[in-house]
């Protein structure tokens, strides 16, 4: 079965610092892995997929994630946190079965940015 | 232009009510999607249709009935609303379905049974 953990539930930088969200997934195939961001009381808005073309993606806003198959993990990094990157973070894997397609979610890393 | 609407964005009732909450996408997929958000931030798939036809149907109570009168939309009714169904409720589509593609989500809309 598809799943993913995300080991933080709450990361806080200041503004101007890397950013780190962890997420380590577990696929019995070749995995389909996504980061979602949901800014308070809006949708869900996507930063950046892994579909297997490459094993270091660029996303929006200068976010970007590695997968790294031997460490079963896809965390995202951004090299300097803005105040406007405050939100809940979703690490998510696309679990495909006959009955179609879900995306599975982790928990959700909340990421605090201070001045 | 809204790729994904719903309506309405908030919704309050009282137990043992039936309400719909409406959920429009302009992107020409053929394949919607209804997750569930509770008050953990904890997102779940409820059900998805491809085509107006029903692919997923995960453990839901059956108090609540997707609706798909075309592939733009994808409605979903409740009835007999319980202190539980408390959530915010997303829609999504996407196009097509398969593991490697993207799904666009909805504004979500914030269901409140008092």
């Known amino acids: 079965a598809q799943s993913v953990t995300q080991l933080d539930s709450h990361v806080s930088v200041s503004e101007g610092t890397p950013v780190l969200l962890r997420c380590n997934y577990s696929?019995?195939?070749?995995?389909?892995l996504f980061w979602y961001v949901q800014h308070p009381n809006k949708g869900l808005q996507l930063l950046l997929k892994?579909?297997?073309?490459?094993?270091l993606v660029k996303g929006i806003n200068g976010f970007e994630a590695e997968f790294k198959k031997s460490e079963t993990s896809f965390h995202l990094t951004k090299p300097s946190a803005h105040m406007s990157d405050a939100a809940e973070y979703f690490c998510?894997?696309?679990?495909?079965?006959?009955?179609?397609?879900?995306?599975?979610f982790g928990k959700g890393t909340t990421l605090s940015v201070s001045s | 232009d809204t790729a994904v609407s719903q309506t309405p964005k908030y919704l309050v009732t009282q137990m043992g009510n039936d309400k719909s909450i409406k959920c429009e996408q302009n992107l020409g997929h053929d394949t919607m999607y209804w997750y569930k958000q509770d008050s953990k931030k904890f997102l779940k798939i409820m059900f998805s249709y491809n085509n107006k036809e029903l692919i997923i149907n995960e453990t839901v109570p059956n108090r609540f009935s997707p609706k798909s009168p075309d592939k733009a939309h994808l409605n979903l009714h409740i009835n007999s609303l319980e202190l539980g169904d408390s959530a915010v409720y997303f829609c999504a589509s996407s196009q097509p379905s398969g593991r490697f593609v993207e799904q666009y989500f909805g504004p979500g809309t914030r269901l409140t049974v008092t």
């Open positions: 696929s019995s195939y070749s995995p389909s």
């Open positions: 998510v894997v696309s679990a495909l079965n006959q009955a179609g397609t879900a995306l599975i």
């Open positions: 892994y579909t297997s073309a490459a094993t």
